[in-house]
């Protein structure tokens, strides 16, 4: 079961956008995320939509699984709907029992919840569309440019990758001390929320101790073998910015530009701007 | 003695090594003054009990730890010196016994060009090496697979191609075959076994397994953190009743050559494989 929890999920299906230089999308998913918060009328919204379908669509992805990912933060979203279309002082448009709906309050709503599900979905097609290698890699090199961060730009890509080759070792890990504790009795189907939080406990401390002994080992080991962090260290794969990378490039910037005009239309899509 | 200096790999001088202090800030002296030396190409094994300090040694020998006391020179290095660290743990690689707490990286080909990434080995040269060392330990195919889906002696080997990319003279083994079922034992010996022979390796393995060891060059018996016994494999066996007393088993053929003695059987002391023993039955 513990398995099926796929942190930083990569869906291969070989597409021009898998096949993108990682550093290409890590910058345009950047901008466009930035860019989300920047729009201020339907027009912007309708556009990333547009841009959004079709990425999805050359990545080859299937639509049902990038939804699968907003399902997860269907309950935020509808906070956030459900605070911004009452909490927002306005023109009163309907009123439910002490609570009044104001026209600002369902602009807000509706741009808050399409922000949050475009975030999510344009996230989760950069993950899924590079493999976590190409994806550290990728950091790496955009860190080198973010002021304090650049310092420790190889050791956090390090333990991002270390963090990655541990997740499915240590969840079989899991799995074993959960029989274990099981076949001596320990129950973590029943009770409520505090017992089934208390009868976990015997399964962290000795994953935790595990862990500790694995982190020591490990360290030895990387030491054995010469490491001594980032400085004067080469790299087998080099990340290469081909002709698509370029082009493809060109093309993000466009729609980032894109975007910001939206900003400036003034003839309002529903809402009165 | 310059043309013996030549061919040494490792001259270990009188050497003392205590951890500093356990719960009751008692120190407790893990070497007690071992001197011993690996030629060059020797294919040396060291046994010895819990305790007995093997691993402590095989440490010393690859510069993670340092002697208390004495000198380990590796290749006509001192430890000591730090700014031989780095030449001596790539002239001296070391395989360790869990396979996996010492893979890094998430995809094999990845994981066995980490040493030579760190050494600061050219891009072109290292795709060459992690290419040759995947071959001598016949993995090739597992190239792209990600190590926590291969079995243990797939993950030991591969753990043995990323210390060969950073091209040794020299590899330590401790206890690489502990947490392995009989067939990645095997696996893991023969790959073992093949590099020292055709390779030219100097292998040191340090194991619990005394079948593994039958056809070293010498065999070194360490015990309290002494050197009690050394010399080829067939002198050191024949003293079962000495290696029983320090808490180590004989090969089972020696041991039921031993067994046979005692009822009054006459065969050799020597025995060490069943080829030998349906031989020295049968005369």
Redesign the interface.
């Given at each position: 079961m513990l398995k099926d929890v796929t942190i930083g999920q990569y869906y291969p299906t070989g597409s021009v956008i898998h096949k993108l230089d990682p550093r290409t999308k890590i910058l345009f998913t950047t901008a466009f995320v930035v860019m989300l918060f920047f729009l201020n009328n339907l027009w912007g919204y309708l556009a990333t939509f547009v841009i959004l379908v079709t990425i999805t669509l050359l990545s080859k992805i299937p639509v049902g699984y990038i939804i699968r990912g907003i399902k997860g933060l269907v309950l935020i979203i509808m906070l956030t709907v459900v605070l911004n279309l009452f909490m927002t002082p306005g023109t009163t448009v309907a009123t439910v029992g002490p609570l009044t709906v104001t026209l600002e309050g369902l602009k807000v709503a509706t741009y808050m919840a399409l922000r949050l599900i475009f975030l999510v979905i344009g996230t989760s097609i950069m993950t899924l569309t590079t493999s976590?290698?190409d994806l550290t890699d990728g950091m790496e090199w955009c860190m080198r440019f973010v002021p304090f961060v650049r310092r420790y730009a190889h050791e956090l890509a390090m333990m991002m990758?270390?963090a990655?080759?541990f997740i499915?070792?240590l969840m079989?890990e899991t799995e074993r001390i959960m029989k274990a504790q099981k076949a001596r009795g320990a129950n973590f189907e029943t009770g409520n929320i505090i017992s089934r939080a208390k009868n976990l406990i015997p399964i962290l401390i000795p994953l935790f101790i595990s862990a500790f002994?694995?982190a020591d080992?490990?360290a030895?080991?990387?030491?054995?073998?010469?490491?001594?962090g980032g400085e004067?260290?080469?790299?087998?794969?080099?990340l290469t910015f081909e002709f698509r990378d370029g082009t493809s490039l060109v093309l993000m910037v466009m729609m980032i530009v894109g975007l910001y005009l939206t900003t400036m239309i003034q003839i309002p899509l529903i809402f009165p701007v | 003695m310059i043309m013996e200096s030549k061919n040494r790999m490792i001259d270990v001088r009188d050497v003392y090594f205590t951890y500093p202090h356990n719960n009751e800030n008692e120190s407790v002296v893990a070497l007690d003054g071992v001197s011993l030396h690996i030629e060059k190409g020797e294919f040396v094994g060291i046994i010895g009990h819990n305790g007995s300090g093997k691993s402590t040694l095989s440490k010393l020998l690859n510069a993670i730890i340092f002697p208390t006391q004495g000198d380990v020179i590796v290749s006509g290095l001192n430890t000591k010196d730090h700014e031989n660290l780095w030449t001596i743990r790539q002239t001296a690689g070391m395989v360790f016994q869990n396979p996996d707490n010492q893979l890094v990286a998430t995809i094999v080909e990845e994981d066995v060009a980490f040493g030579p990434e760190n050494l600061g080995v050219p891009p072109q040269e290292i795709r060459e090496r992690v290419d040759r060392a995947l071959a001598v330990v016949e993995m090739q195919a597992y190239a792209h697979q990600k190590p926590h889906q291969l079995s243990g002696g797939q993950k030991q080997r591969i753990a043995i191609a990323g210390i060969l990319a950073m091209e040794p003279e020299c590899i330590i083994f401790d206890e690489p075959t502990a947490m392995l079922d009989p067939s990645g034992r095997r696996e893991v010996m023969e790959t073992i076994k093949r590099l020292n022979r055709d390779k030219d390796m100097t292998v040191i393995h340090i194991t619990h397994f005394m079948e593994e060891i039958v056809a070293a060059d010498r065999i070194i018996v360490l015990d309290k953190g002494k050197v009690v016994m050394e010399g080829e494999p067939r002198t050191i066996f024949r003293q079962v009743k000495r290696l029983k007393e320090i808490g180590l088993d004989v090969p089972q053929m020696t041991e039921l050559a031993y067994e046979l003695r005692i009822e009054g059987l006459k065969i050799a002391d020597d025995v060490l494989s069943i080829e030998e023993m349906v031989n020295a039955l049968c005369q």
């Open positions: 976590p290698i990758s270390i990655l080759r499915p070792t079989e002994r694995r080992e490990l030895t080991a990387m030491e054995a073998r010469c490491y001594r004067n260290r080469t790299r087998m794969k080099q | -």
